[in-house]
């Protein structure tokens, strides 16, 4: 009999202590990943009041009208306009419009525009592929506070193929213009080059 206590005995501490070093393992790793989970909303929350203070800075604007940056646009050729004057962080102004317009109009008159530096100018708008814009959006528009600005048209760029893309730098002025044909909108951001 004693010589059946023994080696119970061993195995009987072994899957003892093999219980033990699961339950050790599994504490463990349940407690690592709360400090992981825990850690990850400590960064995103940093990272999100850090923005919106940046945002806060940023969107310091003002209402612009489209004719204070381009003089002589008659009041005809837009519509439904809306503009904003910011400041960014780096000192450069800029501007964002938006207003519904025929692009074929828009276009030749913003290639009239007067320039300070014809050498840096473009003569002509030139059609460019809008994926880089959609990027850059996309990715600020993730680290964006909520309500901070309206998304919805950027599910428009990303999905709709007849939206159209043109870049013209008019020095000091440099413009990307996002055009969709079937309403007619134009989404301009206008920098100032000094």
Do not use: H
Request: glycine share 2%; proline share 4%; net charge positive.
């Amino acid at each position: 009999m004693k010589k059946y206590i023994l080696p119970v005995m061993a195995t009987f501490l072994l899957v003892s202590c093999n219980k033990i070093e699961e339950k050790i393992d599994q504490t463990f790793q349940e407690t690592t990943e709360k400090v992981q989970q825990k850690a990850q909303q400590a960064v995103e929350e940093t990272v999100k009041k850090t923005v919106n203070e940046s945002i806060n800075s940023l969107t310091n604007s003002e209402d612009v009208k489209f004719n204070t940056v381009f003089p002589n646009a008659g009041s005809d050729m837009i519509s439904e306009e809306k503009g904003k004057k910011i400041k960014l962080p780096t000192g450069t102004e800029a501007y964002i419009f938006k207003y519904k317009a025929d692009i074929a109009v828009v276009l030749p008159f913003l290639e009239k525009q007067t320039t300070t530096n014809e050498g840096k100018s473009d003569k002509t708008a030139r059609k460019i592929d809008g994926q880089s814009i959609i990027s850059k959006i996309s990715l600020l528009a993730k680290f964006l506070p909520d309500n901070t600005f309206d998304t919805s048209f950027l599910e428009d760029i990303k999905t709709d193929k007849s939206i159209q893309y043109y870049k013209l730098k008019r020095f000091p002025n440099s413009s990307t213009m996002i055009y969709n044909p079937k309403n007619q909108t134009i989404i301009q951001y206008v920098e100032v080059n000094k």
